[in-house]
């Protein structure tokens, strides 16, 4: 079984500072020490996972493809310091318009690359800047990890790494 690292997008893979929705390419940012951080969990063997609620598609604000773009640029990005994720999971919901079962907190997505994956919940981790993401991380039996808006993630990274997580950082 594999070791993954689950990462919320917005705020925490790259600023959203300034705006609600990012949705744009010219909006788009990678955080200081995304690059580093992302490249230590690989080189450690953790498989490297996107999830994001964006309810601005249901909105209405922007759309399916807008995020499409998004993704692949983030992935183009990455890649271009072989970085490389899993894949990128995405709700486009908003409880607001209508319900599913994929928007977090739900597990839903963290299940689904378990399968897909062979994962081992008990040796991943979730690394989110929102309650949300934490009641996420919980629902899966992942370890939760919650940053600071915008936070150099590389100190986490290393505890991570270093399995020197004690279960106090959520």
Do not use: W
Not at 77 to 86: D, G, H, R, S, W
């Amino acid at each position: 079984m594999k070791k993954a690292v689950f990462l919320d997008r917005d705020g925490v893979i790259n600023s959203d500072e300034g705006h609600y929705y990012i949705y744009k390419i010219e909006d788009f940012k990678l955080n200081t020490g995304i690059v580093q951080g992302l490249g230590l969990l690989l080189t450690n063997n953790f498989l490297l996972f996107v999830i994001t609620n964006q309810g601005g598609v249901a909105k209405g604000i922007y759309t399916k493809n807008d995020i499409n773009k998004i993704h692949l640029y983030l992935k183009k990005k990455l890649a271009e310091y072989q970085i490389f994720i899993t894949e990128i999971y995405c709700c486009p919901h908003h409880e607001s318009v209508s319900k599913c079962k994929c928007r977090k907190p739900s597990p839903y997505f963290i299940e689904k690359a378990k399968e897909k994956y062979d994962l081992n919940l008990h040796q991943s981790f979730f690394i989110g800047n929102s309650e949300t993401d934490m009641l996420t991380a919980k629902a899966a039996g992942v370890k939760g990890i919650k940053i600071k808006d915008n936070e150099n993630i590389i100190p986490y990274c290393k505890i991570i790494i270093n399995d020197s997580f004690d279960g106090k950082l959520y």
